[in-house]
């Protein structure tokens, strides 16, 4: 208990850091990835050498960093969900109805099974730990959980043994930062198996039981096999651990929605999710807000990073970028910033934005958008002058980000529609 204590001193010493943030103008170049599908996930086993999987079979590769893709032959219009590679060579995909792939080639050549085919699965997350062991995991026809590991390269797979929950589970993410101990996220809940994924726990459950973690958890990159992060999106979360998940800590980063964390080094790493991608150099103590310009952020899903400078991120209608610069090329101040009332919220059509006196004096007008729970931009105003009535009357019920942006303040927030 004292040491719990501790951590969360520390952590929350570490959250007061967070308001220091700049909205820094990133240098990201659009590939040319050949494809509108949804790209769903990337990954880039040598510094050269990367893919990308997405949907109706899209799986790309690239031998140049980047600057040219091929649309692999994969034989098949399933949705690809997700993507490993041990190597240059030899990788794995799932997907739609129980697709399992594996390619000892670079992709050349696929060997395509269907996982359980007698009562199919959708399948979200694959991580092998050697060319013969390795987990998929997703959910059943009735929106159970389910996670399977197989012994000999996917030729044969067992269900593990996982907790249940009254809640809808899909395993959106497997990572095994040691061939023993790994970790699987889930809708509110984090699971952990010390045993190779023969059994798995829940995680902190006293912060499960709470409801704190009643977020889509997505993604996780951990350092060892105790410490890590995790994060996730709708209620938003960005979780800290340094003891095996006995406790997570939510740094609350800006608007703290999420899709993917990844860390080229200790020290350096990067968030991005819901049309912002941020960054850290001193290993999560402090971020700071890095979205570049433009629309090309908003629907964003996956990102890998093969060093400190060089970044690959996609999404939706085939988006492939690449920064070869952090993500950053200026670093005008920008303060995260309490200066504007938005209401009323819930909302019922007319939408209200007040400006504080200090903010009013800094800045008379400002950009203002609306993002949907899947990052797509449903209202964008520039130069807007505040205070300001808007007319969101169109917008269909349900939960929304609004961002308000001046020249030297940022503040985000949830929008409940009615």
Known sequence: MIGSKKLIASWQM???????????LGQWT?????????????????NDTGYVAGTNGAILRTFNGGDTWDKLEFLTSKHVEDIFFLNSRIGFVVGQDGL???????????????????????????????????????????????????TDGGITWTVTDTP?????????????????????????MCMKTVDAGDTWQITDPVLVESGSMFSLLED??????????????????????????????????????????DFPTRSTGYLVGWGQLAKTTDGGKS????????????SIYSMTFTDEQ???????????????????????????????????????????????????????????????????????????????????????GGLYFIEVVTGNSRQTAKLVRH
């Open 100 to 150: 399992f792939a594996q390619t000892q080639d670079a992709g050349e050549t696929w060997d395509i099974h269907t996982i359980r085919p007698q009562d199919p699965v959708q399948l979200s997350a694959v991580c092998f730990t050697s060319p013969l062991t390795g987990y998929a995991g997703g959910r059943t026809q009735d929106l159970n959980g389910v996670i399977f590991k197989t």
């Open 287 to 298: 971020w700071e807000d890095i979205t570049p310009s433009g629309p090309e952020f908003s």
């Open 14 to 24: 570490m959250a007061s850091m967070l308001l220091m943030s700049g909205n820094i």
């Open 310 to 396: 060089t970044g690959y991120v996609c999404g939706d209608h085939g988006v492939i970028l690449k920064t070869s610069e952090g993500g950053i090329t200026s670093t005008p101040e920008i303060v995260a910033s309490a200066a504007f009332r938005i209401f009323p919220n819930p909302n019922n059509g007319l939408l209200h934005i007040a400006t504080s006196e200090d903010a009013h004096a800094r800045s008379s007008s400002a950009s203002v958008r609306i993002i949907t729970m899947t990052g797509r931009v449903v209202y964008e105003y520039q130069q807007l002058s505040l205070p300001a009535t808007l007319d969101v009357g169109t917008l269909s």
């Open 220 to 261: 996780a990159h951990f350092f060892s096999a105790d410490t890590g992060f995790i994060v996730g999106w709708y209620n938003g979360f960005c979780g800290y651990t340094d003891n095996g998940g006995q406790m997570w800590t939510d740094q609350f980063i800006f608007h703290n929605q999420w899709f993917a964390v």
């Open 30 to 46: 659009t590939l040319p990835s050949g494809t509108t599908e949804k790209l769903n996930e990337i990954v880039f086993p040598s």
């Open 164 to 188: 249940t929950s009254f809640l809808d589970i899909d395993f959106k993410r497997i990572v095994f930062p040691t061939p023993d101990t790994g970790y699987a996220l889930t809708r509110g």
